[in-house]
Nanobody, 121 residues
Framework: QVQLVESGGGLVQAGGSLRLSCAVS????????MAWFRQAPGKEREFVAA????????KYEDSVNGRFTISRDNAKNTVYLQMNSLKPEDTAVYYC??????????????WGQGTQVTVSS
């Protein structure tokens, strides 16, 4: 069983920054591709970013490209999402996900519980 625990969410003003972290246990972290998704109230969960197990490739949703950066530290079993120039429309619960396959889709095998990010205008 793989456990994912997110942290780093909170309240920030528009234009500000936050860094989310996701600690992974229960399986060799370096074999997993990692991703971040988000879900705003009344909306479907959507892809934000993903990073391959080797960190050689990353994918981003268009609205965050250039503002968010996904990274990973395989020595610490942790994936990060650095969020800059935050906008009120970035407000959502952010979820960390893991899967053996590097992909954009929602079908990730393992999920965290989520962390709330609120951006005030």
């Amino acid at each position: 069983q793989v456990q994912l625990v997110e942290s780093g969410g909170g309240l920030v003003q528009a234009g500000g920054s936050l860094r989310l972290s996701c600690a992974v246990s229960g399986r060799a972290f370096s074999t997993l591709s990692m991703a971040w998704f988000r879900q705003a109230p009344g909306k479907e969960r959507e892809f934000v970013a993903a990073i391959a197990w080797s960190a050689s490739s990353a994918k981003y949703e268009d609205s965050v490209n250039g503002r968010f950066t996904i990274s990973r530290d395989n020595a610490k079993n942790t994936v990060y999402l650095q969020m800059n120039s935050l906008k009120p429309e970035d407000t959502a619960v952010y979820y960390c996900a893991a899967d053996p396959t590097f992909k954009r889709g929602i079908a990730y095998a393992y999920w965290g519980q989520g962390t709330q990010v609120t951006v005030s205008s």
